[in-house]
């Protein structure tokens, strides 16, 4: 008899079910416009996606047989397939990038259903088998950066709100940060300490000034 293979989505039918499911939402809630609604829409968004594209958990897993010395025997150690989680990444990115959305670990797990906890072990605890996985845990946190900063360059969101993210996730050094304030302030002192002193050398001396005057009302 001859065995029936199940059927095994591909980026493309992945995508253009993301695509079909998006405008589906914004249909149903009468958004004209995807670009003027806020982040928490867009995550809502990515829900409904998931549970229309994504309802089986199985879908990124690994259908076929590999070799690991951590698995008794030939199989598929029950491992993600990173080159198509990696392609359905990228289209993430491209869309959150159409529509001047943040990128992020949490989104993408908002999308595909795979736990944002897992996608940090890819990027923090790498292993043989999740190489793949660390690259794309590393490209999540590239474009998180990256919208984050033209949503500082474009004006449209709260600066003093996105600078703080960006000291927080990546480090950016801040103006607003009371460390920041600091060095600028011991900066900017020892910078005009001899200033200061050069201004005291160049007061008039006013001491036997005032002592002869002391002496002309005594006398």
Not at 82 to 98: G, K, P, Q, S, T
Not at 101 to 116: C, Q, Y
Request: net charge negative; glycine share 4%; with cysteine.
């Amino acid at each position: 008899m001859e065995k029936v293979t199940d059927f095994q989505p591909d980026q493309e039918f992945f995508e253009t079910n993301i695509d079909m499911y998006l405008r589906l939402y914004c249909e149903r809630r009468n958004i004209e416009d995807m670009r003027k609604e806020s982040q928490s829409i867009w995550n809502a968004a990515l829900m409904f996606i998931r549970r229309e594209v994504f309802r089986d958990r199985e879908a990124f897993r690994n259908k076929n047989l590999i070799t690991d010395t951590n698995c008794i025997m030939n199989s598929t150690c029950n491992t993600y397939n990173y080159d198509l989680i990696d392609r359905v990444c990228d289209h993430y990115i491209y869309l959150c990038m159409e529509y001047e959305k943040e990128i992020s670990v949490l989104g993408f797990s908002n999308l595909t259903g795979i736990p944002d906890g897992t996608i940090y072990d890819w990027g923090y605890n790498p292993r043989e088998l999740s190489r793949k996985g660390s690259e794309i845990h590393k490209k999540l946190l590239k474009y998180n950066e990256e919208s984050l900063e033209n949503k500082l360059a474009s004006g449209k969101a709260n600066p003093v709100g996105v600078i703080a993210i960006l000291n927080r996730r990546h480090g950016w050094a801040s103006p607003y940060t009371a460390d920041s304030n600091r060095q600028r302030t011991q900066a900017l002192t020892a910078e005009q300490l001899p200033q200061l002193g050069q201004t005291t050398r160049e007061l008039p001396d006013k001491t036997q000034d005032i002592v002869d005057s002391n002496c002309k009302t005594t006398t």
